[in-house]
């Protein structure tokens, strides 16, 4: 269940998650996601000018109003220090790494774990993990293994990412997911490569549907 703050970072239960190789068409197709509403928008650090990327989206509130920018694959203490330094309002892992958890608290920006086993998802929450992204969700079982690690946390925040699709976001939120990452079937590599940013708009507002439709058959009350 998402408390208060984790609803105001992801109002749409949603986050784009975007890694590519062109900083440029990286930057128009997050603020393409932005704007269309997504609410939350994360830039791996693997995409090259990533921290530029999420300093300019910051200051372009009059664009991008009420759309939260995070850095993922933030392994170590540099990459979160260098993405908090950028803006950053949440960092997020692919796996345990407690450091990051550290400096994230320090300077008061919530981290999103990543962890696997139910396990992994304790030692996250112990670690101060505000949200645990299961990761890769897809290939352990999708929606029916969220379903089966819901039974023992009820209360977890979980965030899925790792291989799913846009027309898998109701399906995985009603299994009990809080909020699902999108990476490769929103920002498809075909719509980067012909920066054709009206059908990413267009998958952006599918991606939407799928999300609001579940939220209406299983609201989440902050916490």
């Known amino acids: 269940m998402l408390t208060a703050e984790l609803s105001a970072l ?14 440029e068409q990286a930057f128009e197709a997050a603020l393409v996601a932005a704007r269309a509403g997504v609410g939350s928008v994360e830039i791996t650090t693997g995409t090259p000018g990533a921290f530029n990327s999420i300093r300019a989206l910051r200051q372009r509130t009059d664009i991008v109003h009420g759309c939260a920018f995070g850095a993922g694959t933030v392994t170590d203490v540099d990459l979160a220090s260098r993405a908090i330094d950028a803006g950053a309002e949440f960092l997020v ?7 990051v958890a550290r400096v994230a608290a320090r300077a008061g920006v919530p981290v999103v774990m990543g962890a696997l086993t139910p396990t992994e998802i304790a030692q996250a929450l112990e670690l101060g993990a505000q949200l645990v992204k299961v990761f890769p969700a897809a290939p352990i079982g999708g929606p029916a293994y969220i379903r089966a690690v819901r039974g023992p946390m009820p209360q977890t925040p979980l965030w899925v990412s790792g291989g799913v699709g846009i027309e898998e976001c109701q ?7 809080d909020v699902v990452g999108l990476t490769n079937d929103l920002f498809r590599p075909s719509l980067l490569l012909a920066e054709d940013w009206v059908g990413l708009a267009s998958l952006c507002q599918l991606a939407l549907a799928s999300t609001e439709a579940a939220t209406q058959l299983r609201p989440t009350s902050p916490v």
Do not use: M
């Open 10 to 23: 992801f109002p749409r239960r949603l986050a784009a998650v975007i890694r590519w190789h062109d900083p």
């Open 93 to 99: 892992t692919p796996y345990l790494v407690p450091a």
């Open 171 to 177: 399906e995985y939120l009603l299994a009990g997911a």
